[in-house]
C-alpha cells in the first residue's frame, strides 16, 4: 500500500543554519503531497503542499519539490530561526477518491540560539 | 473564523469507562477524520467520514466507535474496549476534492488511569 518515510530525528540546529527533512513516498498514481508542522500541544498545521510533478510548494521560507522520478518530496528552509522549533509531517493523499491521508511518523526539529 | 473545535483539551478518566471525545467544523467540509498520535508512532488513523450518516474504519478502529448524524459533527468514543487509550487525539476536516489537505483541530489529550 501507499506510505511515506521520512528521516528520523531529532534534527538539532543552530539560527541560521540550512535545513533539509527528507521525505520519500510509495504510492500508485499521481498522489498529492503535504507538509505539516506541529507545535508542543496543537494540533498540526498545514505548511506546503504540491499536487503534481515538478510542482514546487512553499511557505514562510519552507520549500519542498514533487520529484516524481526519486519519489521524493524533501522540505528545505535557508535559514532556521528557533521559532522553527517544531515537529515537522510528510504526508500523501493516494489519487483516491474517498481515501485518507497517510502520514510519516514526524521529524523533530530543535533550533538554538 | 472558520475551523474545528475539539473539546476538551484534556480528559481524565478511569480505566473501564468510555469516553466521549467532541469534534465541531465550521467549514462545510464533507469529510471528517480522527488520528490517534502516541510518542514516535506519527499519526494513526481511526475513523473516517465522508459524508453524513457513513464512515469507514481506519487502521486502528478496534475499542472506538463514532457517528455523524450532522455535517459539522463527528464525535468519537473511547470504549473501555481499547486496551492503551492513553493518547492525544486529533480532529481534522477536507473538502472531498482531490488534493485537498486536512485542516486540523487542537486536539484531545486523553489520560486514562
Known amino acids: 500500500g501507499d506510505s511515506v518515510t521520512q528521516m528520523e530525528g531529532p534534527v538539532t540546529l543552530s539560527e541560521e543554519a540550512f535545513l533539509t527533512i527528507n521525505c520519500t513516498y510509495t504510492?500508485?498514481?499521481?498522489?498529492?503531497l503535504f507538509w505539516y508542522v506541529q507545535y508542543p500541544g496543537e494540533g498540526l498545521q498545514l505548511l506546503l503542499k504540491?499536487?503534481?510533478?515538478?510542482d514546487k510548494g512553499s511557505n514562510k521560507g519552507f520549500e519542498a519539490t514533487y520529484r516524481k522520478e526519486t519519489t521524493s518530496f524533501h522540505l528545505e528552509k535557508g535559514s532556521v530561526q528557533v521559532s522553527d522549533s517544531a515537529v515537522y509531517f510528510c504526508a500523501l493523499s493516494p489519487n483516491q477518491a474517498g481515501t485518507a491521508l497517510i502520514f510519516g511518523k514526524g521529524t523533530t526539529l530543535s533550533v538554538s540560539s | 473564523d472558520g475551523g474545528i473545535t475539539q473539546s476538551p483539551k484534556y480528559l481524565f478518566r478511569k480505566e473501564g469507562q468510555n469516553v466521549t471525545l467532541s469534534c465541531e467544523q465550521n467549514?462545510?467540509?464533507?469529510?471528517m477524520y480522527w488520528y490517534r498520535q502516541d510518542p514516535g508512532q506519527g499519526l494513526r488513523l481511526i475513523y473516517y467520514s465522508q459524508i453524513v450518516n457513513d464512515f469507514q474504519k481506519g487502521d486502528i478502529a478496534e475499542g472506538y466507535s463514532v457517528s455523524r448524524e450532522k455535517k459539522e459533527s463527528f464525535p468519537l468514543t473511547v470504549t473501555s474496549a481499547q486496551k492503551n487509550p492513553t493518547a492525544f487525539y486529533l480532529c481534522a476536516s477536507r473538502e472531498t476534492g482531490g488534493g485537498s489537505p486536512l485542516h486540523f483541530g487542537n486536539g484531545t489529550r486523553l489520560t486514562v488511569t
Open positions: 504510492a500508485t498514481g499521481y498522489p498529492s
Open positions: 467549514l462545510n467540509h464533507d469529510a
Open positions: 504540491a499536487t503534481k510533478a515538478d
